[in-house]
């Protein structure tokens, strides 16, 4: 039983089989499908241009990142930050990028702050404010827009964690306002794995560093100089569109509202973390050995749902995807009565 689309999600047939035509493509002239002056650029370009749409963003803006924590890091590590600047982060952040803004400020000798998401408020020594679109514990959206203004108003930089947001909310990132924001498209969008991007506003962009500096760093936009990431397989940001394509096809909304029925419907006896909610919800969990759960509900029920600890204590994450119904909550259910 798999509970945990928010994880890694699961590719549709139709966008693999796209995969595997650009792969076998690959693979009979490797050097003319990724040669900088053969195709890759046009294919890249191509591909990109659906997904700004797809995004409301303009194709100018938008580059291809292997992940969101890959893009993030290209951005923290390259701001000017030093003593006396303050970074305000929310305080459910995912873990990886906890660490990472810790290591920029021990780098740079900057000051984190941690707070609620209703209670960031950008001050006169706040540089950047950093928060998740989607939540990763709870689930829970955040009105970013707004804590954006908030950050314009006081001259600080806002950067959005959107890596749960892509395929599982609408978006108009140009009208969101976010200076830089990230999503991943292996996850809710159900693209293949590595397949993200990185947005930046024309005003921020000669401010970011590729995470890798390579061929293309002396690039004149802001895509290209983004777009040479070493000797990597490209096929999963080409399959962008064949994921679009096919949420369009089998209406997605409808799909995203009845899986967010599902998890409204679902009584597992846990106190649910957020109302404001999707496809994904964290839920309070008290248990005297939350790693034990985790692994009998996987080993004796068979059933894939994580387990961690966070700011708000353990918690029992579900997300739910189109392949998902009424059968997996009450599996879920009845293992959580039995073990708890």
């Not at 189109?322 to 009450?330: I, K, M, S, V």
Request: net charge negative.
């Amino acid at each position: 039983m798999f509970l945990n689309h928010g994880s890694f999600g699961a590719c549709p047939a139709p966008v693999f089989e796209a995969y595997q035509r650009f792969q076998r493509e690959l693979e009979r002239q490797p050097v003319e499908f990724l040669a900088l002056e053969r195709r890759l650029p046009e294919l890249l370009d191509a591909a990109r241009e659906r997904l700004a749409a797809y995004v409301g963003a303009s194709p100018a803006n938008l580059a291809f990142t292997t992940n969101a924590s890959s893009a993030l890091n290209a951005v923290a590590r390259s701001l000017d930050l030093g003593p006396g600047d303050e970074v305000l982060l929310g305080d459910a952040e995912y873990g990886g990028m906890q660490i990472l803004w810790a290591y920029v400020a021990e780098r740079t000798g900057a000051t984190l702050v941690h707070r609620p998401f209703a209670e960031l408020a950008p001050g006169p020594r706040t540089r950047v404010v950093f928060c998740s679109h989607v939540e990763w514990t709870s689930g829970r959206v955040n009105d970013v827009a707004a804590l954006c203004r908030l950050a314009r108003e006081a001259g600080a930089l806002s950067i959005v964690d959107g890596a749960h947001a892509p395929g599982q909310i609408d978006l108009d990132l140009e009208a969101l306002g976010a200076d830089v924001y990230t999503g991943n498209c292996h996850k809710w969008l159900c693209n293949l794995r590595p397949s993200a991007f990185l947005y930046a506003r024309p005003e921020v962009q000669d401010m970011i560093e590729p995470l890798v500096i390579s061929w293309d760093f002396h690039a004149p936009s802001f895509p290209e100089r983004h777009r040479w990431q070493g000797t990597i397989n490209p096929c999963a940001y080409l399959t962008t569109p064949a994921a679009i394509d096919f949420q369009a096809k089998h209406d997605w909304p409808t799909v995203r509202r009845r899986c967010h029925d599902l998890l409204a419907a679902a009584e597992l006896g846990l106190e649910p973390l957020t109302d404001d909610y999707v496809q994904m919800r964290g839920f309070r969990l008290e248990h005297p050995d939350p790693p034990e759960l985790k692994r009998r509900l996987y080993e004796e029920h068979r059933i894939e749902v994580p387990v961690f600890e966070s700011a708000q204590g353990w918690v029992l994450r579900v997300s739910v995807q189109g392949y998902n119904d009424e059968a997996d909550l009450e599996a879920l259910r009845v293992a959580l009565a039995a073990e708890l």
